[in-house]
C-alpha cells in the first residue's frame, strides 16, 4: 500500500468511527430526552388528577391512590386522563 492509499484507509476508518460515536450519543441524548419527557407527562398526568379529585371532595382516594398503581390507573380512566 502507498502512503496516500494509508492516509485514505485511516480517513475512512475516522470518520467511520466518529459517525458510530456521534449515532452513540444521539441515541443516548434522544434515550435521556425521551425519560424526561415521559416524567413531565406522568407528573402533569398526577396534577391534573389531583386537581379534579381535590374538585370532587377525593382527595383522600387520591392519596390511596398515589401508592396503588392498580387504583391510580382506575382513577385516570375514570377522568379520562
Do not use: I, S, W
Amino acid at each position: 500500500m502507498t502512503v496516500e492509499e494509508l492516509l485514505k484507509d485511516r480517513e475512512q476508518q475516522g470518520m467511520e468511527r466518529g459517525l458510530e460515536q456521534g449515532m452513540e450519543r444521539g441515541l443516548e441524548q434522544g434515550m435521556e430526552r425521551g425519560l424526561e419527557q415521559g416524567m413531565e407527562r406522568g407528573l402533569d398526568r398526577m396534577g391534573r388528577l389531583c386537581h379534579l379529585m381535590k374538585d370532587d371532595n377525593r382527595l383522600e382516594e387520591f392519596l390511596e391512590a398515589a401508592e396503588k398503581p392498580e387504583l391510580r390507573e382506575r382513577l385516570f380512566a375514570e377522568y379520562g386522563l
